[in-house]
């Protein structure tokens, strides 16, 4: 019957009863929504530096990434990128010369970091060809042809077709150059696809570099759900004197990105839940200290203390558990819907590029996280809770059923 | 005849650091099982602190007050709170039904805070609506009954656990003549046909009427104990 009471007692005064839940719905959206677009610009940023130029795995001579040595090879580097491809939890392996150089137009020139790829390769783990803009990847131009970013084509003023000269040092460090005709354009909210990168064939770089078919560097594509430590380790065991590091350890700077906003939501959680709590205590004190009366009758007839405290506990529950699931669904419809269509901030697309970010936002919410927000929520109204429930069985019945 | 309630020597002065106000001023006495007793007397002479004190609601600043073999002045409230549950029947002035629940829930909430089985209380609190003439009434709301209605619901709620006595503070003092006519008759009927002891405080010369003890009390002290 203490449930009956409490959760008739719920449904006394709707008015205020509404304004807690409606708090407790506006606080879980709030909540949700806010961590879907935080894991949305997250997620966004990650899967662009992943998919289109990190990929999940990189293997290196030790020395390489020290200055760039074209010397720095990695051993059999075609014949263990062929072994990688058999792995399981290896989606696609791909294999890279990498040199910095200079890119000339006839306007301009910049520094450029040139990357020979393996074109068919390069596509299953970077996906650059997705990101073509203009032109086609490494089609209708037969001699020496080269995709650069979009940025960096406005800069030497190039369009596809047009003429460049690659200039660099070649194995033996003399300056060699090549001409290369722009086949393509890139663009990606990375500013290293945009600016900083000129991707040629590898077979094309190899033969000015004069390094025959040796590699630099191999990039891996895991599998959905593969540990990349587990193949990392994987690989140690098999073949040593390689350096061999997953995304984490190659751009750390996103290990720290991603475990920041991971401790946003604890923060954002925090400021919500703790507003929540003020809102919570401020109604159940008024709904506590209006029923003072009956609460004294309710203590001289014989409820104990317990009893009472359990109460008004339980109404408070009771909010918080209809309002839960309100919230919960509220939420999940409108980030479902963002996800499906996009968030749309070309109008600041600038300004994020500049970051890294992607102009098309896609929230997302794990389900840890509804799981995670549910029991704060929960435990918010209990905390609330306490304190009208401490007061109501702090009253004396005498004082109490004498009050008018 | 058993004695339901001794109280011994109570004092009881509110405001003792400040401006000390003596309630009680050494008051003896003895209720016996079966009584129909009225302590009246004029107001602040006493009467509800008396009832408090008896009622395991208040403790005396000094004194003893014997419940069943207990000396409750000596209880803490935790103690007093399951000695009340189990020992006393409470009806207030202004009813103090719980609002959300039905008339048979309660009746029946006393025994559910004893642990007593459904079916049990149930049949009980039905047979004692039964007796009060408001059986019709189970399902119905404290807010749909009237004040003499709702006043027999609390009788037959004090009356539910079998208490060893009832305590009345001034029970009819909101209700109409032809409310409290009733509701005195249907307390002095249980107190025939049940034995049950009742302790009123009131003011209401009706009430006196029908009481079978008169205990008067003037500035915290018994002046008069008289048994028609």
Known sequence: MILKI???????????????????????????????????????????????????????????????????????????????????????VTTRTIVNGMIASPKKASGVQIRGIDKMNEAKVTMLDSLIVEGAYFEGIKRNPIIIGAKLAETLNVKVRSKVVLTFNDKNSNITAGAFRVVGIVKSSSLKINELYAYV?????????????????????????????????????????????????????????????GSMLYVLMFIILTALIFGIVNTMLMAVLERFKELGMLMAVGMNRLRVFAMILIETLSLAIIASPVGLIISYLTISYYRSVGVDL????????????????????????????????????????????????????????HKI | MNTV??????????????????ALNGVNIEINEGEFTAIVGPSGCGKTTLLNIIGGLDHPTEGKVVVANEDIAKMKDGELIDFRLNNIGFVFQAYNLIPVLTTLENVEFIMLLQKQDKVLREKRSMELLEEMGIADKADKRPSELSGGQQQRVAVARALASKPKFILADEPTANLDSKSTENLLDMMAKLNEEENATFVFSTHDQRVIDKAKRIITLEDGVVISDETK
């Open chain 1, 346 to 401: 070309t109008n600041y697309s600038d300004a994020l590029e500049s970051f890294g970010y992607a102009s098309i936002l896609y929230p997302f919410v794990a389900q840890e996280t509804y799981m995670i927000v549910t029991i704060g929520v929960i435990f918010t109204a209990f905390i609330g809770a306490m304190y009208p429930a401490w007061k109501a069985v702090k009253l004396n019945p005498v004082e109490a059923l």
């Open chain 1, 201 to 261: 064939l590898k077979n094309d770089v190899d033969k000015l570099l004069g390094i025959g078919d040796e590699v630099h560097e191999i990039a891996l594509l895991t599998a959905e759900g593969v540990i990349e430590t587990d193949i990392v380790a994987k690989y140690n065991k098999k073949y040593t004197g390689d350096l061999i590091q997953d995304w984490k350890l190659i751009a750390p700077e996103m290990a720290f990105m991603q475990e920041m906003y």
């Open chain 1, 6 to 92: 409490a959760w008739r007692n719920v449904w006394r005064s709707k008015g205020r009863s509404f304004v807690v839940m409606g708090s407790i719905v506006v606080g879980i959206w709030a909540l949700l929504v806010g961590s879907g677009f935080m894991n949305g610009f997250m997620v966004g940023y990650m899967n662009e530096a992943i998919n289109y130029d990190i990929s999940n795995i990189q293997v290196h001579h030790p020395e390489f990434k020290t200055d760039y040595d074209i010397n720095l090879t990695i051993p059999n580097g075609v014949i263990k990128a062929d072994d990688l491809r058999n792995w399981n939890g290896v989606d696609g």
């Open chain 2, 5 to 22: 309630i001794k109280a011994e020597n109570l004092y009881k002065v509110y405001n003792e650091t400040k401006i000390p106000v003596k």
